[in-house]
Nanobody
Framework: VQLQASGGGLVQAGGSLRLSCVTS???????????MGWFRQAPGKEREFVAA????????YYADSVKGRFTISRSNVKNTVYLQMDSLKPEDTAVYFC???????????????????WGQGTQVTVSS
């Protein structure tokens, strides 16, 4: 699976951005536990979970820090996963990565080691 993330940029606090992640190649979407995730890494910090969506059923999961502000969605037709980010805060500044996994139990969706394919990252900068 190849992943191509885009949509990052510079925005003022309170603004919005929408990230996209286009997938290509065999996705393994039919496997139970397959999902797409967004992670982010701020300067000097470890990469952290942001949101995930299951290919089957479309169930979504969010980190507490973004719940109510970010929305993850998918288009099976376009093979694309989106991350709509609203009410952005300076602490949301980071490089955002999309990732794909083909299996695993649901309780591990937040853990990056369960994702086997990663996009190149897109920079999001929120100014105060």
């Amino acid at each position: 699976v190849q992943l191509q993330a885009s949509g990052g940029g510079l925005v003022q606090a309170g603004g919005s951005l929408r990230l996209s992640c286009v997938t290509s190649g065999a996705s393994g979407r039919t496997f139970s536990g397959s999902a797409m995730g967004w992670f982010r890494q701020a300067p000097g910090k470890e990469r952290e979970f942001v949101a995930a969506i299951r290919w089957s059923g479309g169930n979504t999961y969010y980190a507490d820090s973004v719940k109510g502000r970010f929305t993850i969605s998918r288009s099976n037709v376009k093979n694309t996963v989106y991350l709509q980010m609203d009410s952005l805060k300076p602490e949301d500044t980071a490089v955002y990565f999309c990732a794909a996994r083909t299996g695993g139990i649901l309780s591990t969706l937040r853990f990056e080691y369960t994702y086997s394919n990663w996009g190149q990252g897109t920079q999001v900068t929120v100014s105060s």
